[in-house]
């Protein structure tokens, strides 16, 4: 305290404002300052005619200056408060805007749709259960059921397994980026991008004089001497078809991810395996796939997950016809093609409530090898 | 010793040549959708709809040699005889591979009158590829 500067006038309104009625004077204009500033913000994006570069640079001012503020604001607020209140309130304007934004974007559309669910199409009366008998009684959604059963059993089955065996396989050549870069590589295309390189492979041109198939797997069958099929119009095999696209998307993200594990296999535990007389299938059976058991798990239910809510395909190669119906579609098409708000809704909560378990169980898994 | 010792090595190698042959029939079959997409963006549209993607490879496929024009005095309600070959108008559409490998096809209706004649040749060395797809693409026209 020897060297106590002189008080400039700065410091004496400083000091005004942290003590006593000054104080709750600040705590009152300076949020009232920082909503006005926000509010004449928001005034200005909505009405102005500025000049498009104008409003832009305005709008990321705005944006990300406002987060910024509101944070500060709130954060210098607390700050006045007394330690233990700090401590207290602290934490919550850090998790807040998550929270808010878990609020707004996750827990209110889930009761909306919840709601929405028990309602008639255009969500006006409450009709009861009555969404809910379509959505498990009716042929469409039964037929949707199976095929998403059959999705579920053998897309993840192959994908995992397909992967396992690349994983395992590539791990004994030297080209293994090679071969690990190809298999992923179909990672990076979009599904919908993926169907227009299947309709490639399932291209049928009918019958006639002087047709051309198009498409590779009938041209495989025609050399072979068999007869051009339409592959895709024909249930049930032309489940089969759409889900092959599926694994050959996936196979890549469960093939990097237990190639990894593989990988972090103590290679001494290998040996000692081999030592002891081993063959290889041994090696892989009972040392391999137990030690690696958790990723393969979190693999599993990750692609079954995926599976589950699979849309894109289905929707971009067959529209949900011809027998190859999932529920995602089917929600979709009674959202958007047939306006029965009521109905989606309905099939949106069973589709929910039938990802849960897998979900929750995958997030235990993913907790258990530290992911998050 | 020294014999095991080989026939190991000779048995690792063959699992080698073994695993790298699976990895790469798999790659293969990862690959080729792809390359068809990718060949098929260098296509024109007409191309793509009237010939499979791998017809811009070298291959053997029939070549028009020759145009017959059927002779008005001929009745093909009848079988007749054309370029060789005696068959009914239902066969000749549907197209007759002769034994020595010549392809004789009716084209069009019956009035057409036109016969053409096809012969197994290499095709494909000279693919029509374009970039046009690509230019249209990018410059955003239809």
């Known amino acids: 305290m020897q060297n106590q500067p002189r008080l400039s006038a700065g410091d004496q309104i400083l000091n005004w404002l942290t003590t006593g009625v000054g104080r709750l004077l600040a705590s009152i204009f300076v949020p009232l300052v920082t909503f006005l500033v926000l509010w004449r913000g928001f005034i200005f994006l909505r009405d102005s005619n500025a000049p498009q570069f104008i409003i832009v640079v305005v709008a ?13 604001v709130s954060n210098w607020l607390v700050e006045k408060l007394s330690g233990e209140w700090v401590r207290r309130l602290q934490p919550f304007i850090f998790i807040g805007p998550a929270i808010a934004i878990l609020f707004w974007y996750l827990f209110l559309p889930t009761i909306r749709t919840l709601i929405l669910s028990f309602q008639d199409g255009l969500g006006r009366n409450f009709v009861g259960i009555e969404n809910y008998i379509f959505a498990f009684t009716d042929r469409v959604m039964l037929e949707a059921f199976r095929n998403n059963l059959l999705w579920m059993v053998l897309g993840t089955g192959f994908s995992v397994g397909l992967g396992l065996l690349i994983a395992v396989l590539a791990d004994r050549t030297p080209f293994e980026k090679v071969y690990k870069a190809i298999i992923f590589m179909p990672m990076a295309i979009s599904f919908v991008g993926a169907g227009v390189i299947w309709k490639f492979v399932y291209a049928y041109r009918g019958e006639g004089v002087g047709i051309q198939e198009i498409g590779l797997l009938n041209a495989i069958v025609i050399g072979l001497g068999g007869k051009a099929q339409p592959w895709l119009l024909l249930p049930p095999i032309n489940n089969l078809f759409l889900i092959v696209i599926m694994v050959w998307l996936q196979t890549g993200y469960a093939m990097v991810i237990l190639s990894s594990a593989i990988k972090g296999i103590p290679s001494e535990l290998l040996e000692a395996a081999r030592v ?35 849309f894109d395909i289905v929707r971009v190669m067959t529209g949900g016809n011809y027998g190859t119906n999932v529920i995602a579609n089917e929600f979709y098409l009674q959202q958007f093609t047939y306006n029965h708000s009521g109905r989606a809704s309905a099939i949106a909560i069973v589709l929910l409530i039938a990802v849960i378990p897998v979900m929750i169980y995958n997030l235990r898994q993913f907790r258990k090898r530290r992911a998050f | 010793m020294s014999g095991t010792k080989t026939s190991q090595k000779g048995q690792k190698r063959l699992g080698s040549v073994f695993v790298n042959g699976v990895l790469v029939l798999i790659c293969l079959v990862w690959l080729i959708p792809t390359i068809g997409v990718f060949i098929t963006s260098f296509r024109n549209s007409e191309d793509i709809y009237s010939s499979g993607w791998w017809t811009v490879f070298p291959h053997r496929g029939w070549v028009k040699v020759e145009e017959i024009r059927v002779p008005e005095s001929i009745d093909v309600d009848q079988p007749f005889e054309v370029a060789g070959v005696t068959a009914d108008f239902s066969t000749l559409r549907q197209g007759i591979v002769t034994p020595d490998g010549r392809k004789i096809t009716w084209i069009g209706n019956k009035r057409s009158r036109l016969v053409i004649v096809e012969e197994k040749r290499w095709v494909g060395f000279s693919a029509r590829l374009t970039l046009d797809n690509y230019r249209d693409t990018l410059s955003g026209e239809s």
């Not at chain 1, 705005?62 to 944070?71: D, K, R």
């Open chain 1, 276 to 310: 002891d007389g081993a063959n290889e299938f041994q090696v892989f059976f009972q040392i391999m796939v137990p030690t690696i058991q958790s990723t393969l798990l979190t693999v599993t239910t990750t692609i079954v997950i995926f599976s589950l809510k699979l």
């Open chain 1, 60 to 72: 990321i001012v705005w944006g990300v200056g406002g987060v910024a503020l509101l944070y500060g």
